[in-house]
């Protein structure tokens, strides 16, 4: 069993910028890979961001160049900085893990980007 502890979000006007962080309970040194979705009412979980355990990244064509996704693996986490932000980032934003075929999921934390 694995727990991610995101944290990081909160309130930010459009343009600025937020560093969202999670915090696995256990190594990630053999994970699959771990990742961000985020999601907003009434719509799916959408990737945001993924970073597999060789280092090879993907993102949303909606936040490349704007977000970038990090691992540590020393300190059990990954992060996303999450740069030139705007009103349509704002959503829940959760970490996500995968090892073994089984995938883990924390409790979310809120982005909220004003205009």
Do not use: H
Not at 55 to 65: E, F, H, L, M
Not at 95 to 115: E, K
């Amino acid at each position: 069993q694995v727990q991610l502890v995101e944290s990081g979000g909160g309130l930010v006007q459009a343009g600025g910028s937020l560093k969202l962080s999670c915090a696995a309970s256990r190594s990630i040194y053999n994970f699959n890979d771990m990742g961000w979705y985020r999601q907003t009412p009434g719509k799916q979980r959408e990737l945001v961001a993924i970073i597999r355990s060789g280092g090879s990244t993907n993102y949303a064509d909606s936040v490349k160049g704007r977000f970038t996704i990090s691992k540590d693996n020393a300190q059990n986490t990954v992060s996303l900085q999450m740069n030139s932000l705007k009103p349509e980032d704002t959503a829940v934003y959760y970490c996500n893990a995968r090892i073994f075929g089984v995938t883990y999921w924390g409790q979310g934390t809120q982005v909220t980007v004003s205009s």
